[in-house]
């Protein structure tokens, strides 16, 4: 047999001779063009697909991630309340709280509904939380994001620290007047009439979630007492752990900490729906987005179909040169699965540089359309999150190399079963 015959009957398998054949048929020819067409087709839509997945599992991820630091942050990760004798000894019970291992701090809290009004604006629903100085200065999101102001002397300023967010809304900045209005006032003969009281902006802080920064006011926890009519006494103690996963186990020793019946409600238990719907979102997103992955394995296998009925007469050749069947199966899965390979990690490389600079990318399209992409109104966080999770980018890499791989199975099998005598018999 000539060289040509021994190279093809004695290559092992993903040989030189069988990289060497695969790597031809990826070359664009003048009366090919249609398959490569496909090929490049096939090659962008797996690179989109992936980069696609990667951006928006990341951008998901991130979202969570920023959402649940900030809920953690500033409200506690377990709260308190009493069921059998008002919290009149909380100064006690707090110290008794914080003691216990694992606990990282305790807040004694007033909390009340308000209408809060300023120099514009028809005025807004507040939640109004009412904390002791020292207490403030536990909230790190709080005390670390002071845009105007500041919280030193909060007490005694009887002044309350509002959102940015709701300061832009009412026009306000540190050292104006807010209004406050809750209709659990005074109790006078025509019966109770709502409260009114103006107070001082001491400080404006911005913690980069639009809910809170819109809504949220803090007040010193006397004044608070004295606006909602819960003289000497507070409705809830809210508890920050070590650990915020571990609300279970502490239930019990928070419990005897407190010597008394209480009521508890944990984080999740709060935002139970919120980070459902979040999960949820996250894995539909992912099955439809690797639909686009699966269009594009679908154009491998058409471009497949195609090379393999214009290389009969080829494969023909290479059968009665003393190829085997599997070598030509192997030579179609290799010219398959390197349009698979390279399209996957060019989309794994897109998809990281992308993560990398998402903000930067978001600011600029917002600069180029002249409006919010990210609007912070409906979004809650004012800057777009990215996190990269190792472990779900290699499964969409797994992913999208075993569909490429098996998008040439087909095509490979009906190339390896062409008789070389039928495909030849007119030639």
Not at 128 to 151: A, H, M, P, W, Y
Not at 386 to 395: L, N, Q, R, Y
Request: net charge negative; with cysteine; hydrophobic share 50%.
């Amino acid at each position: 047999m000539s060289e040509a015959a021994n190279r093809a009957a004695g290559a092992g398998p993903f040989s030189a001779f069988e990289r060497m054949v695969a790597l031809r048929y990826l070359r664009s020819r003048r009366k090919e063009t249609i398959v490569s067409v496909i090929a490049l087709i096939s090659f962008v839509g797996i690179m989109l697909g992936v980069a696609t997945l990667i951006i928006v599992m990341a951008v998901m991820n991130g979202f969570r991630q920023e959402l649940m630091v900030r809920i953690l942050g500033t409200n506690g990760h377990v709260i308190l309340q009493p069921i059998d004798s008002p919290l009149v000894d909380y100064p006690e019970v707090t110290t008794r709280i914080e003691a216990v291992k694992g606990i990282k701090f305790a807040l004694p809290v007033v909390e009340g509904q308000a209408l809060a009004s300023g120099r514009v604006g028809a005025g807004t629903g507040a939640l109004v939380r009412g904390l002791r100085d020292e207490d403030i200065s536990k909230l790190e999101f709080v005390r670390d994001n002071v845009r105007q102001g500041t919280f030193d002397g909060f007490n005694a300023s009887q002044g309350v620290a509002i959102g940015a967010r709701m300061a832009e809304n009412l026009g306000l900045s540190a050292g104006d007047l807010l209004t406050l209005v809750t209709p659990d006032g005074d109790v006078t003969p025509m019966g109770v009439t709502p409260r009114v009281k103006a107070y001082p902006v001491a400080a404006i802080f911005e913690i980069g979630m639009s809910e809170y920064d819109a809504s949220i006011v803090y007040m010193p926890l006397t004044e608070a007492q004295l606006f909602f009519n819960s003289e000497d006494r507070v409705q809830s103690i809210e508890i920050f752990l070590d650990d915020p996963d571990a609300v279970d186990s502490m239930r019990v020793p928070i419990e005897a900490a407190a010597q008394r019946q209480v009521f508890m409600t944990d984080w999740r238990e709060r935002n139970r729906s919120f980070f459902s719907a979040l999960q949820v979102e996250r894995n539909v997103m992912f099955m439809i987005l690797t639909l686009i992955v699966f269009v594009a394995a679908l154009n491998i296998i058409s471009g497949l179909i195609m090379l393999v009925k214009d290389k009969g007469r080829d494969i023909a050749i290479l059968r009665t040169m003393g190829a085997t069947s599997g070598a030509v199966m192997r030579i179609f899965v290799m010219t398959g699965a390197a349009i698979g390979v390279t399209g996957t990690f060019t989309g794994l490389l897109l998809g990281l540089i992308v993560c990398w600079n998402i903000e930067s990318i978001r600011q600029f399209f917002s600069w180029l359309s002249g409006t919010h992409v990210f609007d912070p109104n409906f979004y809650f966080l004012s800057q777009l999150p990215a996190e990269i999770d190792t472990g779900e980018t290699v499964s969409v890499l797994l992913m999208a190399l075993a569909l490429s791989f098996l998008a040439t199975i087909i095509p490979a099998w009906r190339a390896a079963r062409i008789d070389p005598v039928e495909a030849l018999r007119y030639e």
